[in-house]
Nanobody, 119 residues
């Protein structure tokens, strides 16, 4: 069992930056693949990025490649999403999620944090 709490959302102008953080409870953080997802108003939730258990492999949706960076600190049980060159279309509620490595579906979700990018 793991509990996830996101922070760092807010309002930023286009071209600006935000850093989202997700703090996880429990002693087995390093056993989980961690991901960030987002859901814009009227749209389905979509995958943004994920990072493997050791932090050596990352994946991104094409629309954020080169602008967003996911990272993790297993000693602190945190995963971060650095978002640069933000665009209005990045506006969404961002969710942190965790899954055991051998499953497809994410098992645990945070409550979400709002990111709003103004033009």
């Amino acid at each position: 069992q793991v509990q996830l709490v996101e922070s760092g959302g807010g309002l930023v102008q286009a071209g600006g930056s935000l850093r989202l953080s997700c703090a996880a409870s429990g002693r087995t953080f390093s056993s989980y693949v961690m991901g960030w997802f987002r859901q814009a108003p009227g749209k389905e939730r979509e995958f943004v990025a994920d990072i493997n258990r050791s932090g050596t492999t990352t994946n991104y949706i094409d629309s954020v490649k080169g602008r967003f960076t996911i990272s993790r600190d297993n000693a602190k049980s945190t995963v971060n999403l650095q978002m640069n060159s933000l665009k209005p279309e990045d506006t969404a509620v961002y969710y942190c999620a965790a899954k055991v490595f051998y499953t497809i579906e994410y098992n645990y979700w945070g409550q979400g944090t709002q990111v709003t990018v103004s033009s």
